[in-house]
C-alpha cells in the first residue's frame, strides 16, 4: 500500500473520535456495578424473604426452588424495565472460543390482541438454546439431541446495552457438560470439600475454602485502518507474515512507559465500562512489546473472575473500535517481538479470612501454609502433563517454548525462603521440628515467613508456576484463552492431592495413637504433643521429597534444564496435538472422575473438540497464507521486478551493452533475487495445497491434528521467511500490506 494512502487511512480513524472520552462526574466506586443485578440491588428489589434465601443459594450453594426463581425473576424485571430492556438472554461459554448469546424480547401476545412483556422464573433458570452447532465432541448427536442452559445463581445478571445477560453453564440433556462453566463449578466444588477438611485439623470452624482468582490480561492495539487492510490478522488473528521492524523491543523502551493519549482514553473507556459491569478492574501498563498493554482486576472467587474475565475480552473489543483501535487477543500476533499471556494468579482462602497460601504467624499456621503449599506441588508434580494440556492451544504454542514467554515443561518457583522452609521440613530432626516444651505445650520449630520479604526480587519470571507471596501465578496460561481451563485442571489436581493427604494423615493418626509420647503426663495436664501434627509432618516429608522433580528455581528457557526435566520424568512433550492426549491419561481420567468433575466419556468428547479445533486453526492459517502469497504477495514482486526489467532495457537503450549491465548490476541481481524467491513461494505453497488434501482425507480427529502439525504447519515459516526477504527488497509504495512497522507504532 503507498504510504499516502496508508496515513490517510491512520487519520480517518484517528479523526473519527475524540481525543478523550468524558469522565463521568462521579466517582468509580460510585459507578461500580451500576449495571450488575448485585447484592445491593437484590436487596431493593426483592422481598426480605426472597432476599436471604438468595444470598443462602449465592453463598451456601442451598438449592433454589421454583417460587424463589419466579420471585427473583420479577425483581430482576423490574430493575432491567427502569433500565429501558427489552431482551434477555443465556449466557455462556462453548468449547469455542469466547461466549454465546441468543437474545429474546419480553413480549409475548396478551391473549387480546395486544402485547405484555414477561419474565418467569422459568426462563430465567433454564433454557433450550438451538445448540446442534456447537461443538461437543459428538456427545449429542450419540447420546442425546438436545442441550440446555442452566442459570448460575453464584454470577450475577448484568445488563449490556438492551439487553439482559444470564449468566449460565451449558450442559446436554443427559447431563454431559458442553461447556467450560459446568466442569469448573464442579471442580470449585471438589476443591473447597478436600481443603475445607484439611483446614479442619488446624481450625474446626472453617465451612468454606474458595478458589481465587486475579488473572492479568496482555493485549495488543493496532489501528483500525491499518487492519482492515492486513487480511491475515482480520482472519487468523496474527500476521501470516512480516518483516521485524528496525526498532521494536530492543531499547526496553515500552514496558512501563508512559501511556500514548490515544491509549489512554481507550482504557479510560474500558476501565468505566468495565466497573459498571462489577470487574474490579485496578491496574493498566504498557507491556514489553510496542503497542502490547495490560489490565489487570483485583482478584475474584475464580468462577465469578472467568465470568469477568470472558466478558472483559468481548467488551474490550467494543471498545477498541470505538477508538479507531482492534484489541489482539491472539498469543502471537507479531513474531519476533513478545506474545500475550494471561497470568492466572491463584489461592485458596476460607470464609473466616486465611489466605492458605499465605505464611503465618505462628509455627501452627506455617505448618498449615507449608501443607497447602506441598499439596499444590503435589498436584501440580502428579498433573504436570496435563496443567500444559490445559493451557495449550494452536495459538497458545506459539509462545510457549520460545524465549519469552514460559518453556513448555510445567514446573514451579518457589523462591529461597519457601523452599529452605521445605527442606527443613524435610531434613531437620523430626523431634527437633516438634520439639517438647512441657507443660506451655507443644511448640514447633518451623521457620517463619515474614510475608513482606517475599518480594519482586525474588521472582523468577521464567517459571510457568511461581509462588509469589500468597498466591501462585499460573503464567503459561494464554491471552485469548478461557482461564476456566486452566482453573478446572488446577483446582481438581489439588483436590485430589489434599483428599490423599487426608487419607494418609488420618490412616498415619490411627497409626501412631497408642504411642505413650501422646498419653497425657501424670499431673493430667497434656504432653503437648499432637498425633496430628506428628502425622502431618510424616505425610509432609514424603511428600516434598515426592514432589521434588517438579521445583525448579534455575533459567526455564535453557536447553540445560530440558534435559534435565526429561531426567526428573516431567512432561517435555511440544506437539499441541500430542500434549491434548494427557487429558486422557489413565491418571486424568481417574483424577477428574474421582472429583467428579469429569467423565472419561466428556474428556473424550472435549478431547474430539480441541483436535478438531486445532485443526480448522491450522487449516484456516494454510488458506489465508496460500491466498496471500499467490495474490498479494507474488503479483507485486513480479510488477516491481517488470519495472526493473524496463529500468534495464531502458539503460540498455542508453548506454553500450557493457555498460548499461554494469550499471543495472543490483536491479540484475534483485530481478533474479525475485524470481527464485517467487519460485520458491509458489512451490512450497503448491506443496501445502498437496499437503492439506492429504491431511483432510484423515478421518480420525487426532490423527487429522497431528498431521496438520507435523507436516502443514512447518512450511508456514518456509514460506513466510521467502515473503519477509521480498519485503525488504521491493519498492515500499508497492508493497500492499501494512509492516511492522506501522503496525507496531501507534500514532
Ligand atoms: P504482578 O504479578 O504484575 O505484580 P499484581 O501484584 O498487581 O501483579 O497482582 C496481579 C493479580 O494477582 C491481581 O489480579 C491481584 O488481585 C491478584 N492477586 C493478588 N493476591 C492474590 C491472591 N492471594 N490470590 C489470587 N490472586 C491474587
Ligand atoms: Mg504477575
Not at 482492534?326 to 479470612?353: M, Q, V, Y
Amino acid at each position: 500500500m503507498a504510504n499516502d494512502l496508508r496515513f490517510q487511512v491512520v487519520g480517518e480513524a484517528f479523526k473519527k473520535k475524540p481525543l478523550g472520552v468524558q469522565t463521568p462526574a462521579e466517582r468509580p466506586c460510585e459507578y461500580f456495578g451500576k449495571h450488575v443485578f448485585n447484592r445491593e440491588k437484590m436487596y431493593k428489589y426483592l422481598p426480605k424473604d426472597i432476599y436471604e434465601k438468595m444470598i443462602d443459594v449465592i453463598d451456601n450453594g442451598a438449592q433454589l426452588d421454583r417460587k424463589v426463581a419466579d420471585a427473583v425473576a420479577a425483581g430482576i424485571m423490574q430493575w432491567a424495565k427502569e433500565n429501558g430492556v427489552t431482551h434477555y438472554t443465556h449466557w455462556f461459554q462453548p468449547l469455542t472460543e469466547g461466549t454465546a448469546e441468543k437474545h429474546d424480547s419480553f413480549i409475548e401476545h396478551d391473549g387480546k390482541g395486544g402485547m405484555i412483556e414477561e419474565f418467569s422464573g422459568k426462563l430465567l433458570v433454564q433454557q433450550e438454546p438451538d445448540a446442534s452447532s456447537f461443538p461437543s465432541g459428538g456427545i449429542r448427536s450419540t447420546f442425546e439431541a438436545r442441550g440446555y442452559s442452566a442459570w448460575d445463581p453464584t454470577s450475577p445478571v448484568f445488563i449490556i446495552d438492551d439487553t439482559l445477560i444470564i449468566p449460565t453453564v451449558f450442559i446436554s440433556y443427559s447431563g454431559e457438560a458442553l461447556d467450560y462453566k459446568a466442569p469448573l463449578l464442579r471442580a470449585l466444588k471438589a476443591v473447597n470439600v478436600a481443603a475445607t477438611e484439611v483446614c479442619h485439623y488446624f481450625d474446626p470452624s472453617v465451612k468454606k475454602v474458595t478458589s481465587n482468582l486475579g488473572w492479568e490480561q496482555e493485549y495488543f492495539l493496532v489501528d483500525e485502518g491499518l487492519y482492515a487492510a492486513r487480511p491475515d490478522l482480520l482472519l487468523t488473528g496474527r500476521t501470516l507474515m512480516g518483516h521485524d521492524s528496525a526498532k521494536n523491543q530492543q531499547m526496553d523502551d515500552h514496558y512501563f512507559g508512559a501511556i500514548p493519549e490515544r491509549v489512554a482514553a481507550f482504557m479510560r473507556e474500558l476501565e468505566i465500562t468495565a466497573l459498571e459491569l462489577g470487574i474490579p478492574v485496578k491496574t493498566r501498563h504498557n507491556e514489553v512489546a510496542p503497542n502490547q498493554f495490560e489490565l489487570a482486576p483485583i482478584f475474584e472467587d475464580t468462577n465469578l473472575a472467568v465470568d469477568h474475565n470472558m466478558l472483559l475480552m468481548s467488551v474490550m473489543k467494543r471498545v477498541a473500535r470505538k477508538h479507531g483501535f482492534r484489541a489482539l487477543l491472539h498469543e502471537k500476533p507479531f513474531a519476533g517481538i513478545n506474545g500475550s499471556g494471561k497470568h492466572n494468579n491463584w489461592s485458596l482462602s476460607t470464609d473466616n479470612g486465611v489466605l492458605l497460601h499465605a505464611p503465618g504467624k505462628t509455627p501452627e499456621q506455617n505448618l498449615r501454609f507449608a501443607t497447602f503449599i506441598v499439596e499444590t506441588l503435589m498436584g501440580v508434580y502428579k498433573h504436570n502433563g496435563l496443567l500444559k494440556a490445559s493451557i495449550m492451544s494452536a495459538t497458545n504454542a506459539h509462545r510457549l517454548g520460545a524465549n519469552e514467554a514460559p518453556p513448555a515443561i510445567i514446573s514451579s518457583f518457589l523462591g529461597r525462603q519457601v523452599s529452605e522452609l521445605l527442606d527443613h521440613i524435610e531434613k531437620a530432626d523430626k523431634e527437633d521440628i516438634l520439639a517438647m516444651a512441657g507443660k506451655q505445650g507443644m511448640k514447633m520449630d518451623i521457620p517463619e515467613i515474614p510475608e513482606l520479604l517475599i518480594d519482586n526480587t525474588d521472582r523468577n519470571r521464567t517459571s510457568p508456576f511461581a509462588f509469589t507471596g500468597n498466591r501462585f501465578e499460573f503464567r503459561a496460561v494464554g491471552s485469548e484463552a478461557n482461564c476456566a481451563s486452566a482453573m478446572i485442571a488446577l483446582n481438581t489436581a489439588v483436590a485430589e492431592a489434599l483428599v490423599s493427604f487426608k487419607q494418609r494423615v488420618d490412616a498415619r493418626v490411627a497409626e501412631i495413637a497408642n504411642d505413650p509420647i501422646f498419653a497425657t503426663v501424670p499431673d493430667g495436664s497434656s504432653s503437648g504433643h499432637n498425633p496430628v501434627f506428628h502425622a502431618i509432618i510424616d505425610i509432609l516429608r514424603e511428600d516434598i521429597k515426592t514432589c521434588k522433580p517438579i521445583r525448579f528455581d534455575g533459567n526455564g528457557y535453557s536447553d540445560e534444564w530440558k534435559e534435565e526435566a526429561a531426567r526428573r520424568g516431567l512432561d517435555v512433550e511440544t506437539s499441541c496435538p500430542v500434549i491434548f492426549e494427557r487429558y486422557l491419561d489413565a491418571d486424568s481420567i481417574a483424577m477428574f472422575e474421582s472429583m467428579g468433575v469429569m467423565t472419561k466419556k466428556e474428556l473424550e468428547a472435549r478431547n474430539e473438540v480441541k483436535w478438531e479445533t486445532y485443526t480448522k486453526k491450522i487449516q484456516i492459517e494454510a488458506r489465508v497464507l496460500g491466498d496471500l502469497s499467490m495474490n498479494h504477495i507474488i503479483p507485486v514482486a513480479t510488477r516491481y521486478q517488470s519495472q526493473l526489467l524496463s529500468n534495464v532495457e531502458d539503460m540498455r537503450a542508453v548506454f553500450p551493452a557493457e555498460k548499461a549491465d554494469a550499471l543495472s548490476a543490483r536491479n540484475l541481481k534483485l530481478i533474479e533475487e525475485i524470481a527464485t524467491r517467487t519460485a520458491t513461494i509458489e512451490t512450497k505453497v503448491e506443496e501445502l495445497v498437496a499437503a492439506r488434501k492429504v491431511a483432510n482425507k484423515i478421518e480420525d480427529e487426532h490423527a487429522k491434528a497431528i498431521a496438520y502439525h507435523d507436516t502443514i504447519a512447518p512450511m508456514f515459516d518456509v514460506i513466510r521467511r521467502q515473503i519477509d526477504k521480498l519485503e525488504l527488497i521491493v519498492d515500499d509504495a508497492l508493497w500492499p500490506l501494512p509492516k511492522y512497522r506501522e503496525l507496531l507504532f501507534i500514532r
